[in-house]
Structure formats: structure tokens, C-alpha cells
């Protein structure tokens, strides 16, 4: 599955490396090669964050499921000893 940004976020993105490149390196890059370095790194870099993303948010996940029989449950047949208590 291909990584792909919004026109906004590619835009911002492609802003911000050519920024870093100029605060880091004092080398003025164009937004064709930013560009070309984003592509670069969403294809080859970009699926192993992704994939570590899905297994964060499935590990949260997995450990809310298993949270939710302890905040939800009822305890079953309790209308009789309602009255046992009574006596």
C-alpha cells in the first residue's frame, strides 16, 4: 500500500526539507528535488513507520478489548440473592 499525502501536507513537507537543507547543510535545494527526497523516503522509509504505527495501535488496542470485559461486565443470576441477603 502506497504512503500517500495530501496536496497540503506534500506541500508543507517538501517546505520543511528544503528548510532543513538550508538551516543544516547552508545548501539551497529546489522544490523538485525536496520533492523527489520526500518520494524517496515515503517509499522506502515510510512503510516501516507505518507498519510500527498499526502494531502500536494494535497492542493499545488489544489491551483495551482485554480491559473491556472488567469495566462492562454484570454479574450473572444476582435477582435471588437480592432476597437471600434480606434474611
Excluded: H
Excluded at 504512503?3 to 535545494?29: G, H, P, T
Excluded at 527526497?37 to 482485554?66: T, W
Aim: charged share 35%; no cysteine.
Amino acid at each position: 500500500m502506497a504512503i500517500e499525502l495530501s496536496k497540503d501536507d506534500r506541500a508543507q513537507a517538501i517546505a520543511s526539507i528544503e528548510r532543513y537543507f538550508m538551516d543544516n547543510f547552508e545548501q539551497k535545494i529546489g522544490n523538485i528535488t525536496a520533492g523527489a527526497l520526500l518520494g524517496f523516503v515515503l517509499e522506502e522509509i515510510g512503510p516501516s513507520i507505518y507498519n510500527r504505527a498499526v502494531s502500536d495501535v494494535k497492542e493499545r488496542m488489544l489491551m483495551r478489548v482485554e480491559d473491556l470485559e472488567y469495566e462492562v461486565r454484570e454479574d450473572e443470576f444476582q435477582y435471588w440473592q437480592k432476597f437471600s441477603k434480606r434474611q
